[in-house]
């Protein structure tokens, strides 16, 4: 079925590094991505891996993929006030090639 | 601005009331969604279409709902009656075939429904 968790809340210091978490149920995925969204807008493509691949680096993000236990994170370096949003986990399965299935998003709070 | 735009913003309507969303895709993106975000939820798909044709329709997108996209360019999401349970933010995005695998969102288009 098509499942993707996440856990509702990160709060992390300015300057510290921030690991977000995502597990998803479905091995068909063949995508997974990293939206952004800010109070009141849509949604920002961050970043996004393909399944046959362990780990992309784009700047200041991390993505690790553990398709054993079905597990994506995302690691933003040293984490800026502007990074406080919602963080969202999206996957897309095999065949469908049209949507895309979102977790119910992190909210990360970055402090001074 | 080259990007996903939605119009209204924002609508506020009584029960009942029918309403209508705009999108305009990136122009040259032949792939067009609908989704559909409520409060502490992460969106969730409603319809897409290729070009002019609508292929693929959530459960979700009731008999009250229906979406064109008539010339393959903007599309429109009308609810007719809306109801209460109606209220969210009703999210556009934008892709291209051969990369289909990246979907450019609008800001939205939030209802709420009184």
């Known amino acids: 079925g098509e499942d993707v968790e996440q856990s509702l809340f990160l709060s992390v210091r300015e300057g510290d590094s921030s690991v977000i978490n995502c597990t998803y149920t479905?091995?068909?995925?063949?995508?997974l991505y990293w939206y952004k969204q800010e109070p009141g807008a849509g949604l920002q493509l961050l970043t996004y891996?393909?399944?046959?691949?362990d780990m992309k680096q784009d700047q200041r993000l991390t993505v690790l993929l553990n398709k054993k236990d079905k597990h994506l994170s995302l690691r933003i370096a040293d984490t800026q006030t502007g990074d406080s949003a919602i963080y969202f986990c999206?996957?897309?399965?095999?065949?469908?090639?049209?949507?895309?299935?979102f977790g119910t998003g992190t909210r990360l709070q970055v402090t001074l | 601005d080259t990007g996903v735009s939605q119009n209204p913003r924002h609508k506020i309507t009584k029960r009942g009331q029918n309403v209508t969303f705009r999108c305009d895709p990136i122009?040259?993106?032949?792939?067009l969604y609908w989704y559909r975000q409520t409060l502490g939820q992460g969106p969730e798909f409603l319809t897409y279409?290729?070009?002019?044709?609508?292929?693929?329709k959530s459960r979700l997108l009731s008999d009250r709902f229906s979406a064109e996209r008539p010339k393959g360019s903007f599309s429109t999401l009308e609810i007719q009656r809306t109801e209460q349970g109606d209220s969210a933010m009703y999210l556009c995005?934008?892709?291209?075939?051969?990369?289909?695998?990246?979907?450019?969102f609008g800001p939205g288009t939030r209802l709420t429904v009184l």
């Open positions: 995005a934008s892709s291209f075939t051969l990369t289909y695998n990246e979907q450019f």
């Open positions: 479905d091995s068909s995925s063949t995508y």
């Open positions: 891996i393909f399944s046959n691949m």
């Open positions: 999206a996957e897309i399965f095999t065949g469908t090639a049209s949507k895309l299935t």
């Open positions: 122009s040259e993106h032949n792939r």
């Open positions: 279409f290729q070009n002019e044709a609508q292929l693929e």
